[in-house]
């Protein structure tokens, strides 16, 4: 069985089984991908942050785009998930837990990378969460966010500014990527 086909299985698995942390319809497609991926910048040193990773869409073109794996750190709250992705790319550092919880480490990264449905949470945690990813980038690194939203899931917190970087009409359900930075 291609692994698209059993991406949108498992995602469809997980979405049937709890529903309230799966935040979409269905994994997201390459354009997305490749559009979130093309935001970060592989020769910056460090690490990168991807939250909330799914079925590993974004991971696979973070590889593509020229992150080593082992840079790659994917925080996954879904237990499912985490296995199956820490199966599928056996180098990258996958966390079981909860993205929101990621200013407990200290590590500064070349770019946070961000599936989560932001939306889907009170203004005041989507704001803590951008504040304290922000604070965990290295100078001039993004924070990357796709939204389904019109407009950013979070207003660019003092100091920091937020850019539509894509629009994404080849996924399910069309989508924006939004980058965030500190001026």
């Avoid at 059993?6 to 309230?20: M, N, T, V």
């Avoid at 920091?160 to 001026?183: D, Q």
Wanted: glycine share 8%; aromatic share 8%.
């Amino acid at each position: 069985m291609p692994s698209r086909v059993r991406d949108h299985l498992r995602f469809l698995g997980r979405l049937i089984a709890d529903p309230s942390n799966v935040g979409a319809i269905a994994p997201s497609g390459a354009a997305l991908a490749r559009a979130m991926a093309a935001e970060a910048e592989p020769s910056l040193c460090g690490a990168v942050l991807e939250l909330g990773p799914g079925t590993g869409a974004i991971t696979a073109a973070l590889i593509l785009r020229g992150f080593a794996p082992w840079r790659i750190t994917a925080i996954e709250y879904d237990a499912h998930f985490a296995t199956a992705l820490q199966a599928r790319f056996p180098t990258i550092n996958v966390v079981q837990g909860d993205a929101f919880a990621l200013a407990a480490a200290g590590e500064r990264f070349a770019a946070i990378v961000s599936s989560l449905p932001l939306l889907n949470f009170p203004l005041a945690r989507r704001k803590a969460l951008i504040d304290s990813a922000l604070s965990r980038l290295l100078p001039g690194a993004p924070y990357i966010q796709f939204s389904y939203g019109f407009a950013p899931p979070v207003a660019a917190p003092e100091g920091a500014c937020v850019k539509l970087a894509a629009r994404v009409w080849r996924n399910l359900p069309p989508a924006r990527v939004w980058v965030y930075r500190r001026r």
